[in-house]
């Protein structure tokens, strides 16, 4: 063989290698991610059947302490939760030492204090499981049940961004009544042979109280978010404007995501990808209120969209809103593992692991089967929405590698 010839192999065989070394080391790069992304959903698979136990392992501190312990700017509670149950036990057990109307808002709520000094979000049982709710998809007052629906799919999503709920049956006469305000036991009414309340919110009405079955009221209680950690409110940019005939302009106008991803804080960052995340959520649970939104304060961007209050979610099995989905399919943009993620749920995963996660909630079952049903539908819509995107604008463009390192010190 020839000297140039020999020169002109040995040059073919170099750029080979070079593009084969290139072309594994971003192999195994990927590999290493879904093997990480495939590692922390079998992680969570395993740790979905939660017994609620008392029993705290490892430890002489109270479940508040620990629970509050958890929270860091980017998750309220950590990927590996062996005290979970014993948190969540407590929050449905331990003794009511206070009750009080709830914080500021529209619906019916009380502020309950725990004993140990926790501070929990009590909301009352409206509707019977089965009920469906007419009319805009942000109709009707809250549910309870789908504070704890919301919860545990916030788990299985591997979000880690909603505060604990837990459902708990209480009793009207002999725990909220003796430890009342004035201002909440003022509200209380007997009708029939029910003990009900109206509260005080904006759209609390003493013609519409919440009443219990006697005196035993099912409902839910969330978890405060510890003072430590101040929120901040922002207007969410995809939010409603609640006045007919008058549209917001993420409505109407195509190019409204670019006009976003001008502004702070979406210019730069986690937040756009976490209003992303939270749509996803929000659509496969029928949400369609999210006006507005939390994160803690001073974080410049940095801390978690915090879904809080998801209440206003599973009204109605047969109505997907996919106007909820808009910042999805306008901005074209999802998170790697998000992505990962939604496709380890499919063909009915998603809906066997939200019916294990709740098994063991006092107030199971949670949820009806035509809800559960529904999350599997909306999963193969959110899925076909960014299988559109990627045929548009190519995976590279809208599948995003944003892995953060979440410590708990």
């Known amino acids: ?77 950590p990927e590996d939760t062996p005290e979970l149950g014993a948190v969540m036990h407590a929050m449905t057990t331990k003794k009511i030492i206070k009750a009080d109307v709830g914080y500021k808002g529209t ?3 009380a502020l309950l204090i725990l004993e140990g000094g926790q501070k929990v979000v009590f909301k009352p049982k409206r509707y019977a499981r089965d009920y469906i709710v007419e009319g805009e998809p942000y109709a009707g007052y809250d549910r309870h049940n789908a504070e704890v629906a919301a919860f545990h799919l916030d788990r299985i999503l591997g979000f880690r961004r909603a505060p604990l709920v837990v459902g708990r049956f209480v009793n009207l006469r002999t725990e909220i009544k003796p430890v009342a305000t004035e201002q909440l036991l003022s509200t209380f009414m007997t009708v029939g042979n029910n003990t009900c309340f109206y509260g005080k919110c904006y759209y609390c009405r003493e013609t519409e109280p919440a009443c219990a079955d006697g005196d035993i009221m099912e409902g839910s209680v969330t978890l405060w978010l510890p003072d430590v950690w101040p929120l901040q409110k ?82 109605n099995p047969v109505l997907d809103e996919r106007s ?19 496709n380890y749920l499919k063909n009915g995963v998603l809906k066997s692991a939200l019916k294990t996660a709740m098994s063991h909630d006092p107030i199971s079952p949670v949820l009806s089967d035509p809800h559960l049903d529904a999350l599997d ?31 708990h010190l």
């Open 1 to 77: 063989m020839k000297l140039k010839q020999r020169v002109v192999l040995l040059a073919i065989l170099l750029v080979i290698f070079i593009f084969t070394k290139v072309f594994l080391i971003d192999n195994l790069d990927t590999s290493a991610a879904n093997r990480e992304d495939q590692r922390a959903f079998q992680q969570m698979l395993s740790g979905l059947r939660m017994a609620l136990d008392p029993r705290l392992e490892h430890t002489l501190q109270s479940p508040w302490e620990i629970a509050a312990q958890w929270v860091v700017p980017r998750e309220v509670y």
């Open 377 to 407: 539908q909306r999963l193969l819509s959110i899925l076909a929405t960014v299988k559109q995107c990627t045929d548009q604008f190519g995976p590279d463009v809208v599948l995003v590698e944003d892995r953060m390192t979440l410590s």
């Open 234 to 315: 922002h207007r969410h940019p995809w939010g409603r404007t609640y006045r007919e005939g008058k549209l917001a302009r993420w409505e109407y106008d195509e190019s409204y995501c670019d006009a976003v991803k001008k502004t702070s804080p979406y210019d730069s960052g986690p937040r756009l990808l976490d209003i992303i995340d939270t749509a996803i959520f929000d659509y496969l649970i029928g949400n369609a209120d999210r006006h507005h939104y939390e994160s803690f304060q001073d974080d410049e961007g940095a801390s978690m969209l915090i879904l809080l209050d998801n209440a206003k979610s599973f009204g």
């Open 324 to 342: 909820i989905l808009a910042p999805l399919y306008q901005c074209c943009i999802i998170r790697v593992s998000t992505w990962n993620r939604l």
């Open 107 to 109: 619906q019916l709520k």
